[in-house]
């Protein structure tokens, strides 16, 4: 049975954004005593994506069996928590409203304070988990579902975004272009998996340029190249070689990341970079960056994949920052979709 120390800050962490739902336990800020992740993936896959309603209900089925699965990992009773903190935006609004209110009711059945969490943040902070040497400030590279943002660490919870995605994110190109050559959701592992059996120099994909910022992406346009590569093979009558287009389509992804993100670590002056969110997780992008830091003399930080994809542990080391800030949240605590960083 795990035991409070005198001065230790526990925290249990909740996240339900999207279609994990997770609970942790993070002591100090560093040491993860348990995390817990239940999976829908199943529930979606049928539908070929993130439905937002089946996900809130399997959200409403599982949270409290994650919670005290994680407690009980972690032989830690409700009690003895310092803090609870939990996702409250960005994300699906159903969804997140699950794990709000679940925190919010533990905080005033206990008395236990809650902190609310941006979920950016958190992928962010998942870096501290595995590297306990890693201090702000340095450059993040935030890669999931929903963002491409290119953010100077200040400090702890302290952000500055230099660049972002002016189109789509890049996990949903990933998803989409996984859609359209028929590996289905979802779609970033499995053109991981498939781009090991294909020439990622076989198709020349474009590598989109964003003239006023350097440090911003795009990623529509590499989209509708492989859309229109995919209808000019059926067209002509051509077989696709499933595995070339994911694994050209992958090069050029990772070439533009590790290209805008050196140019921002060298430019800003900082030896350090992270990378953080579901596609850090992508193996082409974590030999590419390592490469490529090695070579530039700048220390690479990227968490285990599953730190990477969506889990509590970050929440509750972004979380014991806060906490120790001082920031507190009171019972109007909501949901906020378009949360802001
Ligand atoms: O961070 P995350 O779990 O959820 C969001 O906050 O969005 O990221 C999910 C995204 C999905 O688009 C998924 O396809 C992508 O991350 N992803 C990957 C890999 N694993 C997950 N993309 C590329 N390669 C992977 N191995
Ligand atoms: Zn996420």
Do not use: W
């Not at 336990?25 to 049928?46: F, K, P």
């Not at 609004?93 to 941006?118: D, N, Q, R």
């Amino acid at each position: 049975m795990e035991q409070n120390r005198k001065g230790d800050v526990t925290i249990l962490a909740v996240e339900t954004s999207c279609d994990e739902t997770a609970a942790s336990v993070v002591r100090n800020g560093r040491e993860v005593l348990s995390n817990v992740i239940y999976t829908q993936i199943a529930d979606h896959t049928r539908y070929g994506g993130v439905v937002p309603e089946i996900a809130s209900r399997r959200h409403i089925e599982k949270i409290n069996q994650v919670i005290e699965e994680a407690l009980s990992q972690a032989g830690m009773s409700l009690r003895e928590l310092s803090a609870i903190a939990v996702t409250y935006g960005p994300g699906l609004v159903g969804a997140l409203l699950v794990g709000v209110s679940a925190a919010k009711a533990i905080s005033f059945a206990t008395g236990v304070p809650l902190v609310g969490i941006h979920h950016i943040s958190g992928h962010i902070s998942a870096n501290y988990i595995e590297y306990p040497e890693l201090e702000p400030p340095f450059v993040c590279l935030v890669a999931s579902g929903g963002h491409s943002h290119l953010v100077v660490v200040r400090d702890y919870g302290e952000y500055e975004i230099i660049g972002r995605t002016r189109d789509d994110a890049a996990g949903e190109a990933f998803d989409k272009v996984a859609r359209a050559i028929g590996l289905g959701y979802p779609g970033g592992p499995k053109i991981d998996r498939l781009s090991k059996e294909g020439n990622p120099d076989a198709i020349a994909f474009p590598r989109a340029k964003i003239v006023d910022n350097a440090y911003d992406f795009s990623f529509s346009g590499l989209k509708s190249a492989v859309l229109n590569y995919l209808n000019g093979c059926k067209m002509k009558g051509e077989t696709v070689c499933q595995a070339d287009v994911a694994a050209s389509f992958q090069k050029a992804v990772t070439d533009v990341l590790v290209e805008h993100s050196l140019h921002a670590v060298q430019e800003y002056g900082y030896d350090k970079f992270a990378i953080a969110g579901g596609v850090a997780s992508n193996s082409s992008l974590r030999a590419a960056f390592g490469q490529e830091c090695a070579k530039a003399g700048i220390r690479f930080y990227h968490p285990s994949p599953v730190y990477c994809t969506d889990n509590a542990a970050m929440i509750g080391v972004a979380g014991y920052y806060e906490y120790r800030k001082g920031i507190r949240h009171g019972y109007d605590l909501n949901a906020v979709p378009n949360l802001q960083l």
